[in-house]
């Protein structure tokens, strides 16, 4: 089964790039730009990768982010990931970067994104990998630094797609982002939200009804909502669910009881994802591996977390038709 899942044509519809910072290059790079870190090796930088919940893991994601300061940075990061994608035969993926975790510290949006599309143009080439950009606000700061990072990123509308939600949902719910969120849209960008991951699955509702999302990100706790779940199979409302970052969370103790199969058979557009591997301990065939064990799936099952990515994501049309 692992061979199938390795062969699988595969799209990545949610993946943190600030995620993908394996311990190796974060020593490199903290030697590179004398950036001090409270890790004496790599291996100890994993040891310290044990969590308990959403917040836990963001405090030393955060952290990590720390090591990157120039374009080169941001190049070599997306750079390696890329090569990832392309050991697992992922073809397409749609990245997320925090503008803000880096801006905040005085990093220039320009450097960010310039390192980040220069390693996604040299995968389009070089690796037959093709990509989208989604840029996110940190939900745990206000409306009005959304507003600001959303102006940032005016310039370089031709290189993002959409606009997203991260960060801790408990307490910072999609409402507080109404208006950016619309002024986003305005300006031509499609929206996706982190929803009902720890939050209710009124987040949920919410961001489709006042968020205007394309897709859900995570979105596992719609169970708690049978209504949801009838508009969610109707609808084709994808949810780019993740599960090795599920477990490792402890948003499900287990795999086994992870309910992702549960919601395909309902007739979800449900898509797999790696969403932070480097702290997560997978990248896309490890989390289509860690599945199909743990619910021991058919092909076709596997072939269908695939075939509704493709469903799911922003790439054009008539792509998607020679795609599938
Ligand atoms: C994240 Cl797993 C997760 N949830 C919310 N925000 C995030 N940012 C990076 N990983
Ligand atoms: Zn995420």
Redesign the pocket.
Known sequence: MKNFIKGLPKVELHL?I??TLEPELMFELAQRNKVAIPYSSPQAVRDAYQFHN?QS??DI?YQGANVLITEQDFFDLTWAYLLRCKADNVIHTEI?F?PQTHTERGIAFKTVIDGITRALEQARTQLDISSQVIM?FLRHLDEDAAFETLAQAMPYRDRIVAVGL????LGHPPEKFARVFQAAKKAGFLTVA?AG?EGPAQNILDAIDLLGVSRID?GVRCVENAELVKQLAESRMPLTV?PL?NTK?KVFEHMGQHNIVDLLETGLCVTINS??PAYFGGYMTDNFVAVADAHQLTQQQIAQFSLNAIEASFIEQAQKVTMS
């Open positions: 943190h600030e995620g959403l893991f963001l994601y997320f925090d996110c991260d960060s801790s949902e982190h991951e995570h993740c970052s969370l969403d932070d």
